[in-house]
C-alpha cells in the first residue's frame, strides 16, 4: 500500500459555524454580485478573524474559502463582474495587513497560488494558475458559459517564517440571461473528454476517509497518466450551499517508485461537516488535463450507485 498522504484541511474539533450564499437573478437582468463579507474564510485550521477581534475570548474555526479575509491577508478582487460568455482578464491581488500587494510566496504543487472558480449552483469548475506582475498583481483569461453567482478561490502560501496555507474567497457575478441548474446526482461514474472514471469510497464527517478515483479510456484502464503539478490527481471538493473549499492531494507522488501512474487514484480526505459535496478531479493524459465530477453524500457510499453520470458540469483545467 502507499503512503499515504493524509491532507485534513479543517479543523474538525473546533465548532464550524457556516453560511449559504447562494444568489438570485433574473433571466432578463444582469447578475449582481452581493458585497463580499466578513463571514466568508479559508483553509487549514482556519480562525474567523472579525469574531476573534470583537470576542476575544472566544474562537471559532470555519472551512476554508468561506472568508474573504484571514491572518491578516485579504483577496482584492479587481474584477468583480464580468459576462457569462466572453473571455475575460480576471484580475486580484492578495494585500498583507498593511494594504500592500504580496510579492513573495512559497511554491506548492509547483505553482506560488491556484486559482478555483465555480459557479454556486456547481454546475460549472474552473482550477486556473495566473500570472503574476512586478507589482503583485495576479490576472488570467477567463471565459465562464452560464450567468449567476460565482466563486474564486485563491490557496496560496505566503512566503514568510511560520506562514500556513491559506484559502481566501470572494463573490464574482457573471452576467446574462440566468438559468438556474440543478446539482447533478450521485453516480458511481462520470464521462470527461471521452474518459470514464469511476468513484469509490466516500466522505464522512469529522473523520478521515479514503476516496478512489479509477480511469479508463474506451473500456481499458489507463495505465499512463502524466505528471501534473506534481501529482496523478488532484482533489477539489466544494460544500453545496455555500460552497465551503477542501483540497486534498493523493497518496504518494510520481517517481517515488511505489506510486503506479494510474488507473487509481486514492486520497485521504476529511469531510467538516454532513451535506452534499461536489468532487472535482483534475487529472492528465495525453498532455491535456481533464476534470471529472462528482456528486457525493457524506456517509454513504458512491460505489454502485447508477450508471454514467456526474458529466453535466462544465469544468476545464489548467
Do not use: C
Not at 482578464?89 to 510579492?103: H, M, N, Q
Not at 476517509?209 to 479509477?214: A, P
Request: charged fraction near 15%; hydrophobic fraction near 35%; proline fraction near 8%.
Amino acid at each position: 500500500m502507499n503512503n499515504t498522504l493524509k491532507v485534513t484541511v479543517f479543523a474538525v474539533a473546533l465548532g464550524m459555524t457556516f453560511s449559504a450564499a447562494y444568489g438570485i437573478g433574473t433571466a432578463a437582468d444582469p447578475i449582481t454580485a452581493p458585497p463580499a463579507g466578513s463571514q466568508h474564510a479559508p483553509h487549514q485550521e482556519n480562525t474567523a478573524m472579525n469574531h476573534r477581534e470583537q470576542h476575544p475570548e472566544k474562537t471559532s474555526a470555519l472551512p476554508a474559502g468561506l472568508q474573504v479575509s484571514q491572518d491578516g491577508y485579504t483577496l482584492d478582487l479587481h474584477t468583480p463582474r464580468i459576462t457569462a460568455g466572453r473571455e475575460t482578464s480576471l484580475r486580484f491581488a492578495i494585500k498583507d495587513e498593511s494594504g500592500k500587494p504580496v510579492t513573495d510566496y512559497t511554491k506548492t504543487h509547483d505553482k506560488e497560488l491556484h486559482l478555483i472558480v465555480a459557479s454556486h449552483d456547481l454546475n460549472t469548475f474552473r482550477h486556473l494558475h495566473p500570472t503574476r506582475n512586478a507589482d503583485g498583481t495576479w490576472s488570467t483569461p477567463v471565459e465562464l458559459p452560464a450567468a449567476g453567482d460565482y466563486r474564486v478561490f485563491a490557496d496560496f502560501t505566503p512566503a514568510k517564517p511560520g506562514a500556513t496555507g491559506l484559502t481566501l474567497g470572494a463573490d464574482l457575478a457573471v452576467a446574462g440571461a440566468y438559468q438556474p441548474r440543478e446539482l447533478p446526482p450521485q453516480r458511481a461514474t462520470a464521462e470527461t473528454d471521452g474518459y470514464t472514471v469511476t468513484l469509490s469510497g466516500n466522505l464522512a464527517p469529522g473523520a478521515m476517509s479514503e476516496v478512489t478515483l479509477s480511469v479508463a479510456k474506451d473500456g481499458k484502464p489507463v495505465t499512463d497518466l502524466e505528471p501534473y503539478l506534481g501529482a496523478y490527481g488532484h482533489l477539489v471538493a466544494l460544500r453545496a450551499g455555500d460552497l465551503a473549499y477542501l483540497h486534498v492531494h493523493p497518496e504518494g507522488e510520481p517517481g517515488d517508485a511505489v506510486t503506479q501512474p494510474g488507473p487509481a487514484i486514492t486520497f485521504m480526505a476529511t469531510a467538516p461537516t454532513l451535506g452534499t459535496y461536489r468532487l472535482f478531479l483534475d487529472f492528465k493524459h495525453r498532455d491535456t488535463v481533464h476534470t471529472a465530477a462528482f456528486t457525493v453524500h457524506t456517509g454513504t457510499t458512491t460505489a454502485g450507485t447508477g450508471s454514467p453520470g456526474g458529466h453535466s458540469h462544465d469544468g476545464k483545467g489548467h
